[in-house]
């Protein structure tokens, strides 16, 4: 147990006495991390924001005034309720006659009276239809044309949704591909970074040898060193991108069209993640670091000079 | 205490560094290994300390044969022998008296018995007052000092020195050499290569000198050069 005490110690004051270097190793985990978080928060942008748009009436169904041939009284809410038991469909279906679609009407065109300069008779009533899923528009669109006796035209925002949704697929397959790079980056730069100190220190790992120092007598207090690094790095970077959304979000808070606010529930969770990954990293990179110096139990003698 | 059979050494490229050495040194022995440059004095410390395997040939050390040691097994030889380099070889960010407990916390030696032995064996090698220093703020002689104590803080049986004063004037010479010369009257086996000839002189012990890795002379009382008959 002293051992372990020791050997923590050891790491504490090797972070102390080496703090220009320590300082370089947790500024390369800081900004690659900074960099893989911020594309996953860019990612959680988006896939809020196409959540968002997706909400809202995606089909219209223009309906046949009751009355007229054909369509007898009742047949607009007898519709009404079939349409909502459709399982591609979000009820409730909302009913528009005729007196509200006229009221809609002059609030759409307010000011130009020429357009307003209309018979209110003309305009229909219809069904606002909203989807499970706007993948399903295709399907509803055509059983409602099916409905013709009552159904007069159906409206679908069918390119903007199709577009929409390519959009907003590339965006996440993109945005989770950066993370994923970005992250992959992190780590050989973490690694690189914490070798790169420990060869400023290879005399030293050669002089613990040398004294009787096993290897992981040797490895531990590098060990937890690159752990602290990481650690530092990671909370470092979920810090600071924490900060600039949540300031980013307030700032455009009065954006209708597109939101920034990211939940604190998922920088919370992923920035967990982000600590352990900085842990790992920090450690697999003091393990590569080391691994050459400590692979060859003899080999004190590759750092002794002084020849034959 | 430290037997070697017709041990030889051939690095690659063919160097032969040690031809057919063979060598019994007996507890409480000081052993001078003289030479020029590129004799081989300092691969035979190496091959005691197994920093590098023998090409072929036998080594004991403490009566067990180092050279079929299992590679996990290296660091309790080397806790068992004492080293001194030319260049010190201390840890820079490590005070004098860090340094020297190191080689007792690798033993896992409970911090209360570290403090009065790492004190005792400062104050044998002089440098009581300067514990809290670090190697860069001492002399070449302090710094050889706290490399002597570090491998004498945990009283092995055998030191081994290569070229201890190689790095020093002849004063601060003598003086690590009375140290030494302290050390081994404790009953600690020495074997030191150099190729200072007024020290081997002076000391009056031991002395196997080596040319081209083969041993060319071994006396028991020797001196550098060779008693050139009148």
Redesign the interface.
């Known amino acids: 147990m002293?051992?372990f005490f020791?050997l923590v110690k050891e790491a504490l004051?090797?972070l102390r006495?080496?703090a220009l270097v320590v300082a370089g190793a947790i500024l390369a985990v800081f900004i690659s991390l900074s960099l893989a978080f911020g594309a996953l928060v860019v990612n959680e942008v988006l896939r809020i924001n196409t959540l968002a748009w997706q909400d809202g009436v995606h089909v219209i169904a223009f309906l046949k005034d009751e009355g007229a041939a054909g369509v007898p009284p009742g047949a607009h809410a007898q519709l009404q309720a079939e349409v909502e038991t459709w399982e591609e469909v979000k009820p409730p279906v909302r009913y528009v006659d005729k007196n509200e679609a006229w009221i809609e009407f002059q609030q759409i065109f307010e000011g130009q009276d020429e357009l307003l300069d209309i018979d209110p008779t003309i305009l229909p009533a219809s069904l606002r239809i909203e989807l499970v899923d706007i993948a399903f528009y295709q399907s509803v669109k055509f059983r409602l044309e099916q409905q013709s006796q009552v159904v007069r035209r159906v409206n679908t925002a069918a390119e903007e949704i199709e577009q929409l949704e390519n959009l907003s697929n590339v965006l996440n397959v993109l945005g989770l591909g950066m993370a994923i790079v970005l992250g992959l980056s992190a780590v050989v730069l973490i690694a690189n970074t914490i070798r790169l100190a420990i060869y400023a220190r290879r005399?030293?790992v050669?002089?613990?040898?040398?004294?009787?120092?096993?290897n992981w007598?040797i490895r531990v207090p590098f060990l937890l060193e690159g752990m602290i690094e990481g650690v530092i790095g990671a909370a470092l970077a979920v810090f600071v991108v924490w900060l600039g959304s949540s300031r980013l979000a307030e700032a455009t808070q009065s954006f209708a069209l597109f939101k920034l606010d990211v939940a604190n529930r998922f920088f919370f969770q992923w920035g967990i993640l982000f600590l352990i990954f900085g842990a790992v990293a920090g450690v697999v990179g003091s393990l590569l670091g080391l691994s050459r110096y400590l692979r060859d139990?003899?080999g004190?003698?590759a750092d002794?000079?002084?020849?034959? | 205490m430290i037997r070697l059979e017709n041990v030889t050494k051939v690095?690659e490229g063919g160097?032969v560094?040690a031809n057919d050495v063979s060598l019994d040194i007996q507890k409480g022995e000081f052993v001078f290994l003289v030479g020029a440059?590129?004799s081989?004095k300092?691969?035979l410390i190496?091959l005691m300390?197994?920093?590098?395997?023998v090409t072929r040939g036998t080594i004991y050390v403490a009566g067990k044969d180092i050279t079929t040691l299992p590679?996990?097994k290296?660091?309790?030889?080397?806790?068992s022998v004492g080293?001194v380099?030319?260049?010190y070889?201390?840890?820079?960010?490590k005070t004098v008296s860090e340094n020297v407990a190191?080689?007792l916390?690798?033993?896992?030696r409970?911090?209360s018995a570290i403090k009065p032995q790492v004190e005792q064996v400062l104050d044998l090698v002089g440098l009581a007052d300067k514990a809290a220093r670090y190697p860069r703020q001492l002399s070449g002689g302090e710094q050889q000092r706290v490399s002597v104590a570090?491998s004498f803080v945990n009283r092995p049986p055998i030191m081994l020195c290569?070229?201890p004063t190689g790095n020093l004037d002849p004063k601060t010479s003598v003086g690590i050499m009375k140290l030494l010369d302290r050390i081994n009257r404790t009953g600690t086996t020495i074997v030191m290569a150099t190729h200072d000839h007024a020290i081997v002189d002076a000391m009056q012990r031991r002395v196997v000198a080596l040319e081209s890795g083969s041993v060319m002379r071994d006396e028991a009382t020797g001196r550098y050069e060779q008693d050139v008959p009148e």
């Open positions: 002293s051992r020791f004051t090797n006495r080496n005399d030293e050669a002089v613990m040898k040398l004294v009787g120092a096993s007598f139990a003899d004190v003698g002794i000079p002084g020849g034959i | 690095y160097t560094a440059s590129g081989g300092s691969t190496r300390l197994r920093d590098e395997p590679k996990w290296i660091p309790y030889l080397r806790r080293t380099f030319q260049d070889k201390l840890l820079p960010n190191f080689a916390e690798v033993l896992g409970p911090a570090r290569d070229e």
